[in-house]
């Protein structure tokens, strides 16, 4: 097993990662297609569940570029606005989960003195109201969004994530591309999870670690 030194820090993507997003994702995926349909705004099918799964871990605009890629722009900004609309319904209503071991690992970690984060792509509300409503917010320190923060990309809010708190030593963990590019260009650890299923070949070649359940996370993290 590959040593580790034990990090000040640890930066969480959220879906895929914590969160089993197709869970929520998935019935409000499709009640936005009907809302679009019947206001006339879209027709024919919706678009595969394939399209938004493969696309978790992009920045909204690129999502709704690759879900709906011949619907003018001001389409794809209704289909977000209601995208968001049922997914925080589903919150309200009980749907989510997280990965197992997600909730019993991020307390021991935090049990251990490690700082925890979200750095995540997706909306501010959305990542502020998913980790609460699934019990695990108060043991992150900060809850960073590109929504929040309006970056391009996830290199770019770990940057300021790390600046703000003074972190000099710190782990990402997540599961697509742009979580291995935030770490590797801000000189951090790589743990890639690997059990979500919505990445593409290649894309975790280049981290350090990874991990096929949540709960090893803890075997690599040194006592000391």
Same mark, same amino acid.
């Given at each position: ?16 990662t914590l969160f089993q997003t197709e869970t929520l994702l998935l019935p409000?995926?499709? *009640? ?16 595969p569940e394939e399209r938004i799964l493969g696309a978790l871990g992009m ?7 690759r879900v709906m890629p011949d619907s003018p722009q001001e389409v794809r ?68 969004? *590109? ?78």
């Amino acid at each position: 097993m590959l040593t580790l030194t034990k990090p000040q820090a640890m930066l969480f993507d959220l879906d895929g990662t914590l969160f089993q997003t197709e869970t929520l994702l998935l019935p409000a995926y499709h *009640a936005t297609f009907d809302a679009l349909r019947a206001r006339g705004l879209y027709e024919g099918a919706t678009p595969p569940e394939e399209r938004i799964l493969g696309a978790l871990g992009m920045l909204l605009e690129q999502i709704w570029e690759r879900v709906m890629p011949d619907s003018p722009q001001e389409v794809r900004q209704e289909a977000d606005r209601l995208l968001i609309h049922y997914q925080m319904e589903g919150l309200k209503a009980g749907r989510g989960v997280l990965y197992e071991g997600v909730a019993d690992t991020l307390r021991a970690l935090h049990e251990q003195g490690i700082r925890l984060f979200v750095a995540s792509n997706g909306l501010e509300d959305y990542v502020k109201e998913v980790t609460k409503a699934m019990g695990v917010a108060p043991l992150f320190e900060g809850l960073y969004s *590109a929504g929040e923060y309006q970056t391009k990309s996830k290199v770019d809010l770990v940057n300021i994530l790390l600046e703000t708190h003074g972190i000099e030593s710190a782990w990402m963990v997540g599961d697509r591309s742009s979580d291995v590019e935030a770490g590797l260009r801000n000189n951090l650890t790589v743990v890639a999870c690997d059990y979500a299923g919505f990445r593409e070949s290649g894309e975790l070649a280049e981290a350090h670690v990874r991990l096929t359940r949540f709960a090893e996370l803890l075997d690599y993290v040194p006592a000391q």
